[in-house]
Antibody
Framework: QVQLVQSGAEVKKPGASVQVSCKAS????????IHWVRQAPGQGLEWMGW????????NYAQKFQGRVTMTWDTSISTAYMELTRLKSDDTAVYYC????????WGQGTLVTVSS | SSELTQDPAVSVALGQTVRITCQGD??????TNWNQQKPGQAPILVIY???NRPSGIPDRFSGSSSGNTVSLTITGAQAEDEADYYC???????????FGGGTKLTVL
């Protein structure tokens, strides 16, 4: 069965960077886009961007341009999302999600930004 | 437009039918999908490509569209359907995902 398993919770100080990993299983990793979506406490879902492991192509929401980098490692079927220059309002649960229908979600990774 | 608009909250009596709507110009060009999210859980997909249900989703969930408005209908709402529902689609470029603001469904 399709599974996306994310790395554990992180606590970071303002100005730091965070990298979240997403290990895929149960399907051919390079066949599907991986999207990253975040949800601040008590708020709605916010799309951050995608990566297509087949080509290495990426596309980021304008809000995160210059601060986010999405990468992948096909050998271990894992996608990564790095967010730099963290601010307190980056505190959120970050999800990796498969494909444009957003049909399979990781369990989420809580990133807390606090001094 | 680059926005999808949803009503913030909707309520339905147990066993009755409820419609949750999502409005946006890009919906005329791209399929809409619906996710359900319960407190403390990751979202799950309940409708994709306007009116398709993933395996395991009850047939009381259905989708429809008219112009720039798409709807998620729950026919015979159950207590376990109480959740937040988010529509999502692509923007006009087709390269980005747009989310609606979410609708909190209360089953009375």
């Amino acid at each position: 069965q399709v599974q996306l398993v994310q790395s554990g919770a992180e606590v970071k100080k303002p100005g730091a960077s965070v990298q979240v990993s997403c290990k895929a299983s149960g399907y051919t990793f390079t066949d599907y886009y991986i999207h990253w979506v975040r949800q601040a406490p008590g708020q709605g879902l916010e799309w951050m961007g995608w990566i297509y492991p087949n080509s290495g192509g990426t596309n980021y929401a304008q809000k995160f341009q210059g601060r986010v980098t999405m990468t992948w490692d096909t050998s271990i079927s894992t996608a990564y999302m790095e967010l730099t220059r963290l601010k307190s309002d980056d505190t959120a649960v970050y999800y990796c999600v498969r494909d444009w229908e957003l049909n399979y979600w990781g369990q989420g990774t809580l990133v807390t930004v606090s001094s | 437009s680059s926005e999808l608009t949803q009503d913030p909250a909707v309520s339905v009596a147990l066993g009755q039918t409820v419609r949750i709507t999502c409005q946006g110009d890009s919906l005329r060009s791209h399929y809409t999908n619906w996710n359900q999210q319960k407190p403390g859980q990751a979202p799950i997909l309940v409708i994709y490509n306007k009116n398709n249900r993933p395996s395991g989703i009850p047939d009381r969930f259905s989708g429809s569209s008219s112009g720039n408005t798409v709807s998620l209908t729950i026919t015979g709402a159950q207590a376990e359907d109480e959740a937040d529902y988010y529509c999502h689609s692509r923007d006009s470029s087709g390269n980005h995902v747009l989310f609606g603001g979410g609708t909190k469904l209360t089953v009375l």
